[in-house]
């Protein structure tokens, strides 16, 4: 998803277009959700942050809609386009979500040999993005896959434009479907209803590690307080359960083809925690 920002961001710089594209995210950890934000304007671009009311959100991963950390939803207007990689259809999205804005979706394959495949979808939502803006053409957009994956293979840089241009392709009867809203006038601002918090004593308000609803007693999450051990009578040497639980090289394959850890410890795959890998 940062690359696809970086896509997007390059393929309006090059169509004239001022240009601001971040990511945000948390723990650099497999399987915690990320955002990337693009914004495009052709006069100079004052705002900073998060984007609150977006003209365009897309969901890689439909999982994510009804997280409520990810946040698929705020900020959402009638004048936003929702755009989902799902293998549902537009309408059953609509049925659930009860929302008035547009929804779109890139159909999402249900089943692939290999996982690695879905790490095109991020060329695929640049794609599809670029046509729904109306503004943005596909040399513009090959040029600017050229730019950002610059270095890489030739077949993996190939492979990107490709799937960008499916994307594209996709989106051809919605082209210039988003419409640019601006940002909220200042006359328009109305200051939040201020809530005065009763003034507690220091035994109340002050925080404590001696009492309920710490990191140990909190069952949503048990970084830090658990010793990650793998039994290697259990290990099926395969690829995403462990990997999925720890940081980018934590864990590592020896040469007989089991995980091996490099000493981090935020994850819970622990002996007697119930997580075994298998």
Request: with cysteine; aromatic share 6%; net charge negative.
């Amino acid at each position: 998803m940062k690359t696809a920002s970086r896509i997007l961001g390059t393929a309006f710089f090059r169509a004239g277009y001022q240009v601001q594209d971040a990511p945000r995210y948390g723990a650099e950890r497999r399987g915690a959700p990320i955002f990337a934000y693009v914004r495009a304007s052709k006069e100079p671009i004052n705002e900073r942050g998060i984007i609150l009311h977006p003209d365009l959100v897309i969901v890689a991963d439909d999982s994510l809609v009804p997280v409520p950390a990810a946040g698929v939803m705020a900020g959402l207007t009638d004048n936003t386009v929702l755009l989902i990689s799902t293998t549902e259809t537009a309408e059953e999205w609509k049925h659930r979500l009860n929302l008035d804005c547009t929804i779109l979706t890139l159909p999402a394959p249900e089943e692939i040999e290999d996982r690695l495949e879905l790490r095109y979808v991020g060329a695929e939502c640049a794609g599809a993005a670029a046509c729904l803006t109306g503004v943005i053409a596909k040399e513009s957009l090959e040029e600017a896959i050229r730019d950002e994956l610059e270095g890489k293979p030739g077949k993996v840089i190939e492979r990107n434009i490709a799937m960008a241009m499916e994307g594209y392709d996709r989106m051809a009867d919605h082209k210039g479907l988003i419409e640019e809203s601006g940002l909220p006038s200042a006359k328009e601002y109305t200051p939040p209803e201020w809530i005065d918090m009763p003034f507690e004593a220091a035994n109340i308000s002050s925080p404590s590690i001696h009492t309920g609803l710490t990191s140990v007693l909190v069952r949503t999450g048990l970084w830090r307080t658990m010793r990650p051990v793998i039994e290697y009578d259990n290990c099926k040497k395969c690829w995403w359960v462990c990997s999925g639980s720890c940081p980018d090289g934590a864990i590592s394959v020896n040469a007989t083809g089991k995980w091996t850890t490099s000493g981090c410890t935020p994850c819970d795959v622990a002996r007697g925690s119930g997580r075994r890998p298998s």
